[in-house]
């Protein structure tokens, strides 16, 4: 079965420090990942994706991933957090590209501290 | 804003009423779904339509009952919920499947007493 799994339920960094939040896939197929962040009583908003090509994957608000695929794993980044950037984290993959299932992470709240 | 609006945004309910949730979406988009947030949970996909067609449930017990009369509308209808069926429900759309990201509402927070 498709999952991922990401491993902090909280990340707190310091205002103007790197960032980090995990995230690594379970390995059936190509996976095509996902980042989406949460807003306090709002809907889920789309980051960045990873389909092919270059690893590394940039987006939304200055953030980028890197899909490494002998380790399994999409970690979010950003060179300097602001607090703003507080809020939940998804991680998500789908397998496949006919496929409608997008499995979610549980989520890690990310805690920006001035 | 996403394109995607919900409402009501709060409801709270009895069990045996019945209710009805709206999504509709403003960006052209072929599939749209209903998600399940509860606390501490991961996000759980209820159904997919696809050009007004549902082309995927999952378990999702028959006191919710979807509608998707158009490719821009999507409805959850509501009847006899239990205390556990609180939770934000979120509406997505997206251009198709596969490799296209979705687009979420702001979600409608429901309370079941």
């Known amino acids: 079965a498709q999952s991922v799994a990401q491993p902090e339920d909280q990340v707190n960094v310091a205002e103007g420090n790197p960032l980090t939040v995990k995230c690594t896939y379970s390995?059936?197929?190509?996976?095509?990942l996902f980042w989406y962040v949460q807003y306090p009583n709002r809907g889920l908003q789309f980051l960045l994706k990873?389909?092919?090509?270059?690893?590394l994957v940039k987006g939304s608000y200055g953030f980028e991933a890197e899909f490494n695929k002998s380790q399994t794993s999409f970690h979010l980044k950003k060179p300097s957090a602001l607090v703003s950037d507080s809020a939940l984290y998804f991680c998500?993959?789908?397998?496949?590209?006919?496929?409608?299932?997008?499995?979610f992470g549980k989520g890690t709240k990310l805690s920006v501290i001035p | 804003e996403t394109g995607v609006t919900q409402t009501p945004r709060h409801l709270v309910m009895g069990m045996t009423n019945k209710k009805s949730l709206k999504c509709e979406q403003h960006?052209?988009?072929?599939?749209m779904y209903w998600y399940k947030q509860s606390a501490k949970k991961p996000l759980e996909l209820m159904f997919v339509?696809?050009?007004?067609?549902?082309?995927e449930n999952n378990s999702v017990p028959s006191r919710f009952s979807p509608e998707c009369p158009n490719s821009s509308h999507l409805f959850l209808h509501l009847h006899t919920l239990q205390p556990e069926d609180s939770a934000l429900y979120l509406c997505?759309?997206?251009?198709?499947?596969?490799?296209?990201?979705?687009?979420f509402g702001p979600g409608t927070r429901l309370t079941v007493t």
């Open positions: 997505a759309s997206s251009l198709s499947r596969g490799l296209d990201e979705q687009y």
């Open positions: 390995v059936s197929g190509n996976p095509y």
């Open positions: 990873y389909i092919t090509g270059d690893n």
């Open positions: 998500a993959v789908r397998y496949g590209a006919g496929s409608y299932q997008l499995t």
């Open positions: 960006l052209g988009h072929n599939a």
């Open positions: 339509y696809s050009l007004e067609e549902r082309v």
